[in-house]
């Protein structure tokens, strides 16, 4: 039995392990001088570095066009199409809805007596600014970047703003049931006015006339340009990288612009007597907010690094990616594999003793090469 100052198992098993180090090391110089002198020509399958730069250069020149994927991007989102539909008929359905007839008293009637005038922006025009002229841009933008993705999410988005902020300003309206600036000669259009018992008004114009008059809040011309030309807007920044931190503030003037038009479109209801300037505040905010949701749904906030672009743009370059680098782990583990099992042997016809660690105990494997029964 060895004694406790015995130190010789120690430094044999420090002269295994330091010869097993100095082994390795020895073969990972070899391997790099010799990786050194080989090329990836050589070498196609294991260096798929260039590969994946030539498919994202392929992505990012457009190789995803409305005519070869078109018809795939609008089938994985037809139920969002579906769903567009739906707000289109629940739309048409609160517009055809009677507004609540809030009271209106004869002492009410001081802001209410202002001239029955016509509209500076007509109704049919908002669609025409509001969703024509962005989609447009759209276009434009896809005709230099042949991608698919970002023409798609941009009109799916666009729909989605305009139709969300349309419900939600019909249904206020209806609920609200507060009179326009002009409701006077709307009720009353010769002005004669007449009241019931109650002090509420008794209206004898034209009906459809009255209905219009009692649908003042939210302004419908305001939200419905703040959400079009707010998506815009939104669009627009991420794609001349606004918010990039450089410092360009005339990239902010195209920014804004389309802001300009929506807040001008606002002022012009309040300047025709057809809303309070509460009714165009609070559409302007509605179409605004609406719009900010849903253009991120779509794509990253116009200050993030890759807002340029929308999500599904980057998640598909992320599977192209992810295509790339499969075989390449699956060549390296192989690789690994059989480097692996050229020093297990390598090791073994060297050390005899060594390939004792792999069938049995750690000490057992050191107490048999110490007693020179390896």
Excluded at 107 to 120: A, F, G, I
Excluded at 138 to 146: A, E, Q
Excluded at 206 to 215: L, M, N, P, R
């Amino acid at each position: 039995m060895a004694s406790w100052w015995d130190l010789r198992p120690f430094f044999r098993f420090q002269s295994v392990r330091t010869r097993f180090q100095d082994l390795s090391s020895r073969r990972m110089g070899i391997s790099a001088v010799t990786g050194a002198h080989f090329s990836s020509i050589n070498f196609p399958l294991i260096d798929t570095k260039n590969e994946e730069e030539f498919r994202t250069r392929e992505v990012q020149l457009g190789s995803h066009t409305v005519s070869s994927h078109g018809y795939a991007v609008a089938r994985t989102h037809k139920h969002d199409w579906l769903i567009l539909l739906l707000l289109v008929l629940i739309v048409i359905s609160l517009y055809i809805i009677h507004p609540f007839h809030r009271f209106v008293g004869k002492d009410m009637m001081t802001d209410l007596k202002y001239p029955l005038k016509s509209n500076t922006v007509p109704a049919w025009a908002i669609p025409i600014y509001a969703i024509l002229l962005p989609i447009v841009i759209f276009l434009g933008v896809y005709i230099r970047r042949r991608d698919v993705y970002d023409l798609h999410h941009a009109v799916l988005g666009l729909l989605f703003s305009v139709l969300i902020t349309a419900v939600f300003t019909e249904a206020i309206k209806n609920a609200v049931g507060r009179p326009r600036p002009d409701f006077f000669w709307r009720c009353f259009p010769d002005g004669k006015d007449v009241y019931d018992k109650w002090g509420d008004v008794i209206c004898h114009g034209d009906q459809k006339v009255i209905k219009e008059g009692y649908k003042s809040f939210p302004s419908g011309h305001t939200s419905g340009s703040f959400s079009g030309l707010g998506f815009l807007s939104l669009y627009l920044s991420g794609k001349i990288k606004a918010f990039d931190r450089k410092g360009h503030v005339a990239k902010l003037c195209i920014v804004f612009l389309p802001l300009l038009v929506a807040s001008l479109v606002g002022i012009s209801r309040v300047d025709d007597y057809w809303h309070h300037w509460q009714d165009v505040f609070a559409g302007g905010l509605l179409g605004l907010t609406v719009a900010t949701f849903c253009y991120l749904q779509f794509f990253p906030p116009p200050y993030h690094s890759e807002g340029w672009g929308p999500y599904a743009y980057f998640r598909m370059l992320e599977e192209s990616r992810g295509m790339t680098q499969v075989p390449s782990v699956q060549n390296s583990g192989q690789a690994q594999l059989a480097e692996a099992q050229a020093e297990s042997q390598e090791e073994q016809g060297l050390h005899g003793c060594m390939g004792l660690t792999l069938s049995r105990d750690h000490h057992a494997a050191l107490n048999d090469c110490e007693s020179g029964r390896g």
